[in-house]
Structure formats: C-alpha cells, structure tokens
C-alpha cells in the first residue's frame, strides 16, 4: 500500500494534510490526502508509485509541525469477529517483505468512547505478541529499531503499519503522558515541559537545562512557567504586570519584574527566554527574532496562536519572516516547531541560537 497513517489534533486534520503534501513534493514526491475530520487522523496517499518507505527516509518527523506521529500503512483489513490474532498472522503472511519486529503496538482512537473496544486492545497485546513471537514476527532483539503499529478504530476494521525507531515520536501516537505536581501554580506548566521532551532528547537535558542557567519567562504570572525553569535550577526573571504565585517567589530563584512582556529586554544576555503571551503571532515571531538578533538569549520556547482560518498559512509567514530577518542579521539558529498536545489553537516553536 502507498499510504502514511498520520495522527494529530482533533480539528487540525487539514494542516497535518497540507503540511505533509507540500514536503512530500520538496523532496519529489506528490500525493493527496484524506483527513478523518475531527478524528485527529490523516491518509496520506502517494500517487506517483513510490512506497511510504521511500517517502519516511526522507522526511523527518521532527520537521512536520501539525504531525504527532506516524507509521506506512502495510495493510487496511476488516477485522473478523472470530479469530482477530490470526487475521494478523494470514495478512502478515500475505507480504512480500516484513522486517520482524522488536515490540508491537495496539492503539484505538484517542477520543473513543467505546469502552469495550479500549479494554480489547489493551487485552488482545498480550496474546497477540505471544502468536507474532513464535511465528517470527516478532524478536527480542534490543537493537531491532522496528515496531508494528495496528489502529483500531473500531471491532471491524484493522490498519497494519510498520515505524522506524529512528523516524516515530518516542512517544505513542506523539503524546507525553504527563501529570501536573500540586505544587504547579497552573496548568500551562505542563506545556513548558511537553515542549523540552518533544524538542530536547531526553540524554541531552543537563547540557541545556541543567549548570544554574538563566532564563526571563515574558508574560510570566501565576508562574507556571517560571515554576518549571525554577525547577531545573534556574535564575528566573518573571516579566509580568500580573501577580506572581507567592509560593513560587519564596523559592527565592524569581525576581519578579512587573512590565510590559514585550517591550521589556535583560541588560545582559540570558540563556533561556520563554514566552506564552496570547497575541498576533506576527508580534510575537518579530519579538522573538529582536531577542536573537541582539544576541539576548541562546534558547528560546514560545507559542503562536494561530488564526482560525489561516493556521498553516499563518505559520508559514512566521517562519519565513523569522528565518528571513535572522539570516540578514548573520545569526543562524536551529528552529523547530509542534503542535503540542498541550497546546490549543497556538503552535510551540524553539529555537536555538547557533551562532
């Protein structure tokens, strides 16, 4: 099949879709896409004979913005109500070629309210490994970077697809399992926290987290942000007219600055600027590349709200007018960008100065 099964947010289908066509055709590729509207899923079907293979070796995940994760389709079948664990099996069978795989993963629809196809698959895991584990399917085998992916999107109906360890999000269907501390003043901690698991591999935290950094949290107040910064050991300037979470200031890591989050800059250059202020994407992307272009900062996370009816569009602007006004300046930075599941209408984007 010349399929990639993509996930993404409920609503943004048609992002993930249009993202996916136009980097599939940069690197020659051309094909269209069908998104189960407000499912959080997309086809994407290849229309010029290549093989969803041929497409992920030269696409990277961790470029796409509005994709969470993803797997090439190896087969779309109806799922019989009697024998489910051989229906694998005959179809795996039916393959001309299948790498075994080192571990298996069943997913049903993030948004399912069937809590008795739920409760199947995470039942059916078990035994299903056992059958692919002495048919070969499956090996124990630590360096064996594939997976076997199966979607359930309902009792009837089965999607087959294969990931590489070196091209998935490390986590199912892109989504960090993440709990919020009592102690968090709000919930747009987790955000904050999200984005370094998606944009940091996790081996690298100490080098850019960890040594007593200092960073300025724009649009600070309650202070979940700052709260997460504090947390890693950082000396955190909080730039907001709002009031702090008093617990947060008697950490004695915050000075709380109370002005205008956009307007404001450091005397001396810091290590981290974040910024979750909801405003016209194109202020905060101009605000952003300011902090760079004057060497400010070395890190930065920050959000963009999208507008409504121009989402990708609107990302694309800012990219280009970032990059753009960095490039003039002789600063070269590595950006990237996620639509969190943290997220909302705005995108997290980071950036990290190179130069």
């Not at 920050?302 to 003039?328: G, Q, S, V």
Request: charged share 25%.
């Amino acid at each position: 099949m010349s399929q990639v099964f993509l996930f993404c947010r409920a609503g943004f289908e048609t992002e993930a879709g249009r993202e996916i066509t136009d980097a599939a055709a940069e690197v020659g590729h051309y094909g269209y896409f069908l998104p189960e509207t407000g499912q959080g899923r997309v086809l994407f079907t290849l229309a010029d004979g290549a093989s969803p293979s041929d497409l992920l070796d030269k696409l990277a995940l961790s470029d796409l913005v509005f994709t969470r994760d993803w797997f090439q389709i190896i087969a779309d079948l109806v799922l019989p109500p009697g024998d489910r664990v051989g229906a694998v099996l005959e179809a795996l069978r039916a393959l001309e070629t299948f790498p075994p795989a080192a571990r298996v993963e069943v997913r049903v629809p993030d948004d399912s309210t069937d809590r008795d196809l739920t409760n199947f698959a995470r039942k059916w895991v078990s035994p299903l490994s056992r059958a692919l584990r002495d048919t070969g399917f499956l090996v124990d085998d630590d360096d064996n970077p594939w997976r076997l992916d199966i979607f359930l999107p309902a009792f009837d109906r089965m999607i087959l697809g294969l990931s590489h360890r070196s091209n998935r999000s490390p986590y199912l269907s892109g989504i960090p399992r993440l709990r919020l501390p009592a102690s968090a003043p709000s919930r747009s901690a987790l955000k904050l926290e999200e984005a370094w698991k998606v944009f940091i591999p996790e081996s690298q935290w100490l080098d850019y987290l960890g040594g007593a950094k200092k960073a300025v949290d724009l649009g600070a107040a309650p202070g979940g942000w700052t709260w997460q910064l504090v947390r890693q050991g950082m000396l955190v300037t909080a730039v907001d007219n709002g009031p702090m979470d008093p617990e947060l200031m008697a950490s004695g890591h915050v000075e709380h600055v109370r002005a205008d989050g956009y307007l404001w800059r450091p005397q001396r250059s810091v290590d981290w600027m974040v910024c979750d202020i909801v405003d016209k994407p194109r202020r905060t992307a101009d605000m952003v590349t300011d902090w760079l272009c004057r060497r400010l900062c070395r890190f930065a996370v920050f959000n963009l709200k999208l507008p409504m009816k121009k989402r990708y569009e609107e990302w694309l602007t800012c990219r280009e007018r970032m990059l753009e006004t960095l490039e003039a300046s002789g600063i070269q930075v590595r950006l990237r960008a996620r639509h969190l599941y943290h997220d909302r209408e705005e995108i997290t984007c980071f950036i990290e100065r190179l130069s």
